[in-house]
């Protein structure tokens, strides 16, 4: 466990407007962790419950796993208005087109919906998404949206402030072909992980499996998260 | 001491800086009285037909990381000095020998980190002729926070002090910004952040000398493979009561996971 001291970090003693705490003045940031994988037959996609606002934890219970469709999540990052706004108009869109298909949309054309989004008004957003979902063409499917607004599609994938911490985790413990409990404990283990190193990350870990029968929802509070201790 | 082992001056290697915390680098005063950094941004101003990498400062983005096990120690770091996006050196060894089972693993900037270095060993000769035996790792690390503490407005260096000594076998010591803390391992630099995760999961207490072995090559490979400041080859060093062991791990020989 290294010592990690952020010498730099700029904390306003005195701030010009002493009437508003400082928190108020800050943007509402999900300085966060999510992850998603795929495994044979779905998804299973994870995410912590920290919201801030600078130093202030505004939502210490947020759900940042939102459903799109009925067999389509997204995993939210950045910005908690922009991403919120980014997936309520995602939704809408892809409702619309669901209907006109008269069939359950892709988890390709989400993702896409997404990107064509967060590229258009990649300057003015902060968000990074993950889109992850079952559909019958291709199974399971994780694409990832970062900031900036390219799009791939990946087995697994981390984002988030948290997610620098666990990539050395992640590319050393996931596996092809594990199966959804398997899935499951693997990214329990890699939000505990994120959470303990990262600041911005905490509370509960929200977990989601998609399969073609439906959703499972999972939340493992602060205290039954594994533990990793080294001291 | 052998006169063989002191550590190499390199007179060529202006520098290198850790990425992790560029908020850290921001808010410093710009005072840089023992890097060459200063230097090299003066001179950028006058002269801009230079191609960047000259003038941009050397920066060794860096992944290091030292473990005990019961007996001893094992160093790790990996070999990318970089000035800009050119890779100026891709084979330093940033494990420096402080004395003849005490080494330190060098980060930050590096000619800040090879200063300290190489004064802290002048420093532990004197020393341990003075006491007449071997040094204590602890008196090494002390020696190393003292400067890191008093110059810590104009140094940007971390180092990392790992030995065996006899009267507390295996040590590693980190001294980030002045402060001195033992801890049974530590990793350091800009590629460590990648790892957090991963050395957290997989540390166990009372692991044997292979397995400590075993795990600072995976924890590099891992960070090298994420940071693309880190890279090129992984040195390991092995301290026990016999001595020190230095190892070079090549680039293919290294771990390799599930992407790759």
């Known amino acids: ?231 | 001491m052998d006169i063989s082992k002191r550590p190499q001056t390199f007179e060529r290697q202006k520098g290198f800086s850790n990425t992790v915390r560029t908020e850290q680098v921001s808010t410093r005063p710009a005072t840089y009285y023992l890097s060459g950094a200063k230097i090299k941004r003066f001179k950028m101003l006058e002269e801009s037909s230079e191609p960047g990498w000259l003038s941009e400062e050397v920066k060794t983005g860096t992944t290091i990381i030292a473990i005990e096990f019961d007996g001893g120690v094992v160093l790790g770091s990996d070999s990318r000095v970089s000035a800009g996006e050119t890779v100026v050196n891709r084979v330093m060894n940033k494990l420096s020998l402080l004395h003849d089972k005490i080494y330190c693993a060098l980060s930050g900037s590096a000619a800040d980190a090879q200063t300290i270095a190489e004064m802290v060993n002048y420093q532990l000769d004197v020393h341990s002729i003075e006491v007449g035996e071997d040094p204590q790792v602890r008196s090494a690390a002390t020696l190393v926070k003292n400067i890191s503490y008093k110059y810590k407005e104009e140094l940007s260096a971390h180092l990392i002090v790992a030995g065996w000594d006899k009267r507390g076998g295996g040590q590693v010591y980190v001294t980030l910004n002045g402060l001195l803390s033992r801890q049974p391992f530590a990793v350091g630099g800009s590629g460590s952040a990648y790892v957090y995760g991963f050395v957290d999961a997989e540390y166990r207490k009372a692991m044997s000398k292979e397995d400590c072995q075993q795990f600072v090559v995976n924890t590099l490979s891992l960070a090298m493979s994420r940071d693309g400041s880190s890279g090129g080859v992984a040195y390991l060093v092995t301290i026990d009561e016999k001595g020190a062991e230095e190892k070079c791990i090549l680039g293919n020989e290294l771990p390799t996971f599930y992407d790759q």
């Open chain 1, 1 to 231: 466990m290294a010592a990690y001291m952020s010498a730099g970090r700029s904390a306003n003693a005195f701030s010009t407007h002493d009437f508003v705490p400082e928190w108020a003045q800050e943007e509402v940031s999900t300085g966060t962790t999510i992850m998603a994988v795929e495994f044979d037959g779905g998804v299973v996609i994870g995410a912590d419950s920290r919201t801030t606002t600078g130093a202030y934890i505004a939502n210490r219970v947020t759900d940042k796993l939102t459903p799109i469709h009925d067999h389509i999540f997204c995993c939210r990052s950045g910005s908690a208005a922009d991403t919120q706004a980014v997936a309520d108009a995602v939704t809408y869109q892809l409702g619309f087109h669901s209907i006109e298909l008269d069939e359950p949309p892709l988890v390709q054309t989400a993702a896409n919906l997404f990107q064509q989004m967060c590229y258009r008004y990649r300057e003015e957003l902060m968000a990074g998404i993950i889109v992850a979902g079952w559909d019958k063409r291709r199974g399971g499917q994780v694409y990832t949206v970062p900031m900036g607004g390219m799009i791939v599609r990946q087995p697994v994938s981390v984002g988030g402030s948290g997610s620098s911490y666990i990539y050395g985790f992640m590319d050393s413990n996931y596996k092809p072909g594990m199966t959804k409990e398997e899935c499951l404990h693997f990214c329990t283990q890699a939000l505990a992980l994120a959470m303990e190193r990262d600041g911005s990350s905490g509370g509960v870990a929200r977990l989601a499996a998609i399969t073609e029968e439906g959703l499972e929802r999972r939340v493992v509070l602060g205290h039954q998260l594994p533990k990793f201790s080294n001291t």
